[in-house]
């Protein structure tokens, strides 16, 4: 069965279509979402966030893009939703600690070990992904896109609906970001 | 000193190199199924309840019982009121009879003694 016969079985609910769909694109959603969130626990629960609204919003898929490229910018505005609504959780927890009505203390997360990486880079990795987590939202995006689901520019352009020219841009910007962030970093280990 | 710290940096934005894909735990379309089952919406959970014949046919038999119930107290009600009408014309009737009512001011001011 090729992926337009799939999408219009998908189009009539046809739960067997799902299922093709989830076992076809879950690690790449999983993946992407993984390398947004540094979370097992939230990429699965956004992964699985993905999949219900594409078996709720298939119709309003018109065919103009491929199926991946409109997988992956529903997988990315939820990862963002996600993380939007985790930082506004640890605000909230941050203000009632202040008023006294947190009595647990602010618990830093721990660092994020990626299961692909291989053993010797882990702790640097660690270190990497710290630094991304401070990148501004369009920057890391297209960094994680970029070296976790190793896509090329024209393909995070049509994911994030901008111009090869912007992705390569952000790259750099984030590239530059990364570097000052790690400096800062090593030297205040030092 | 630099030269340090530059090594460090390179050796670390090189750690995602080689980097594999990673994938969900196994059966993640049965975990998927389960939560998009328990996360059905409120109306057709609602929806589903109410076409059940048994709550369709009771729900049919209450409005029925309401219905009958609201004619049959609006019908006493009115009954009850028609009766305290006559009531109260025979009552003027009889004190009109043995003149107890004064009908004008001047009949009531001379009634003192």
Redesign the interface.
């Known amino acids: 069965m090729n992926e337009r016969e799939l999408i219009a079985l998908l189009k009539k609910k046809d739960r067997e279509a799902f ?1 093709i769909v ?2 076809t694109w ?3 959603v ?2 992407t979402a ?1 390398g947004l969130l540094q979370s097992m626990e939230d ?2 629960d956004t ?2 966030e993905v ?2 609204q594409v ?1 709720e919003s298939i119709s309003s898929f018109k065919e103009e893009s491929k199926f991946s490229t409109w997988l992956y910018r529903i997988t990315v505005s939820k990862a963002l939703d996600h993380l939007r609504k985790k930082k506004r959780k640890k605000r909230f927890a941050f203000i009632q600690s202040l008023y006294g009505k947190n009595d647990g203390q602010m618990i830093e997360p721990p660092d994020f070990f ?5 053993m010797e ?1 882990k702790e ?2 660690a ?2 992904f710290k ?1 991304v987590d401070q990148l501004p939202v369009n920057q890391k995006t297209a960094f994680i896109l970029n ?3 190793n896509l090329t520019y024209r393909e995070i352009a049509e994911i994030m609906e901008s111009s090869e020219s912007a992705v390569d841009a952000l790259l750099q910007r984030a ?1 530059k970001n ?2 000052k962030i ?2 800062e970093y ?2 205040k280990l030092d | 000193m630099e030269k340090k710290f530059n090594d460090k940096i390179d050796k670390t934005m090189s750690s995602f190199d080689d980097i594999e894909k990673a994938s969900p735990r196994p059966f993640f379309f049965t975990r998927l199924e389960a939560r998009m089952e328990n996360q059905k919406s409120i109306w057709e959970v609602i929806s589903s309840f109410v076409t059940k014949p048994m709550v369709a046919f009771a729900c049919i038999c209450l409005v029925v019982i309401i219905n009958a119930a609201v004619i049959f107290s609006s019908s006493a009600s009115s009954a009850s009121t028609t009766n305290s009408f006559s009531q109260q014309n025979n009552e003027l009737a009889t004190a009109d009879e043995y003149n107890l009512v004064s009908s004008n001011f001047y009949e009531y001011v001379n009634t003192k003694p």
């Open positions: 299922k989830v076992e879950q690690g790449m999983y993946n993984l990429a699965e992964a699985q999949f219900m078996y990626h299961p692909g990486i291989k880079n640097n990795a270190i990497l630094a070296k976790t689901e590239k990364l570097q790690l400096k090593y030297q």
